[in-house]
């Protein structure tokens, strides 16, 4: 490669030489700098990350959303009494938000599951969680066999905490059931909540227990992905601090406290200060860098394992909604299915009528190109 773009060089005119001639040293051909375009790239178009939170109510989730973000997401919530959560169902509720650090722009949705496990029968806490994860898996099969493809907006589940309750002395039957539920569709990365209300040592106990549960069950949780050898040892170090953390176990809070001159996130207690962002009181902070360090992977996983998986599902269950390519296959194109929506229907028609356009004008130029070659 390096070979055939420096004998190219020594082609170049010597005025366009003199043009572009900022090359540092002699055989730089300048694919070193690929990287920066593709982050300058990044940049400008913003970063989209979509999070779920799992978990019965009051155990945290909210809190612990504002913490990692320092964001106040829920600013306008009602909490319900018993009486309308014993009838209320499972509800899905997305809040976006725009966040900025320095210049890099990051579009984060969370995904709240208000009502799970509130009812007094929750066997079918998770159906409503598992329709709205391959609603999105729809749309986006939709999105991506269209005209926009370029600009879809991904709003596929990339990550869910599942939030485990500290005070159970392992895993609620809810909770294996959600879990199995839900691998082969989303990044499941189990947290124990509330982590203050439990000691060092029934922190490690719960954490050993809950682990032992996930594989007696056969449950699949994301799988923080193994460093590659060449890979520098800090790095492989704070990867197997994060494996080893698994379930974090992690607590929230909202109110800045001050700790020995230093303003810290805290709760405060008669007995002491609990500080979120101290990893000797909780995982908080190894949950947030495995977050942040892994938000590219979890995407890749989403898309490569968990989208994949539904779209040839839907390929092979012959989707009722068709994809656009099934459709332009057929000359002329198949008929929408009955339960096809009337704006798809349009849709598909333009589109079809767009191809059968680009093809007439395709074959328009190459007979124009044949003459004028005549
Ligand atoms: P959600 O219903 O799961 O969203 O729970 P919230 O975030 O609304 O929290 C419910 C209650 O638990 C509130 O009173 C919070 O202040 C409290 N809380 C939140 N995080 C923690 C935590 O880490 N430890 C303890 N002890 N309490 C917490």
């Keep these: 490669m390096l070979g055939c773009c420096q004998t190219r060089r020594s082609e170049m005119s010597s005025e366009s030489v003199k043009t572009f001639s900022s090359l540092e040293t002699p055989g730089y051909v300048g694919f070193a700098n690929l990287p920066n375009q593709v982050h300058r790239k990044s940049v400008k178009k913003g970063f989209e990350f979509t999070l779920m939170v799992v978990g019965e109510s009051g155990l945290g989730k909210s809190t612990l959303v504002d913490s990692l ?3 106040d997401l829920y600013s306008e919530r009602v909490i319900p009494d018993a009486v309308e959560k014993a009838k209320q169902t499972v509800k899905l509720d997305a809040s976006t938000v725009e966040i900025e650090e320095r210049g890099v722009k990051l579009r984060l949705t969370v995904v709240d599951t208000p009502g799970y496990g509130d009812a007094i029968d929750n066997h079918d806490s998770f159906r409503a969680i598992i329709q709205y994860i391959d609603d999105q898996f729809e749309r986006y099969l939709r999105d991506e066999s269209g005209l926009n493809r370029r600009n879809i907006v991904d709003n596929r589940i990339h990550c869910c905490f599942y939030f485990i309750s500290p005070f159970g002395h392992s ?3 809810l909770d294996i059931e959600f879990m199995k539920q839900l691998h082969n569709k989303v990044n499941i990365v189990p947290v124990i909540a509330k982590a203050d209300c439990l000691t060092k040592k029934e ?6 227990k809950i682990m032992e549960e996930i594989e007696a069950n056969g449950i699949k ?3 923080l992905p193994d460093c590659d050898s060449d890979e520098d040892d800090d790095y492989k170090e704070q990867v197997r601090q994060l494996k ?3 379930p974090f176990a ?3 809070a909202n109110t800045l406290l001050e700790v020995k001159g230093r303003k810290v996130r805290g709760r405060q207690y008669p007995w002491g200060v609990i500080e979120v962002e101290n990893p000797e ?6 949950l947030r860098t495995m977050l942040i360090t892994h938000m590219q992977d979890l995407q890749e996983v989403t898309q490569e394992v968990h989208y994949e998986n539904y779209r040839s599902e839907r390929l092979a269950k012959g989707a009722p909604k068709k ?3 099934c459709l332009f296959r057929v000359e002329g194109g198949a008929a929408p299915s009955a339960s096809s929506n009337e704006k798809d229907r349009i849709l598909l028609e333009k589109e079809a009528e767009l191809r059968r356009m680009q093809e007439m004008l395709a074959k328009m130029q190459a007979q124009m190109q044949q003459t004028q070659n005549q």
Aim: proline share 10%; charged share 25%.
């Design 244 to 246: 080893e953390a698994v």
């Design 171 to 173: 895993l609620k039957p």
């Design 203 to 208: 922190v490690l106990r719960l954490k050993k």
């Design 250 to 252: 992690v607590c929230g």
């Design 281 to 286: 009181h909780c995982d908080f902070i190894k």
């Design 221 to 223: 949780i994301y799988p």
């Design 323 to 325: 994809p656009l390519y």
């Design 69 to 71: 973000f320092l964001t």
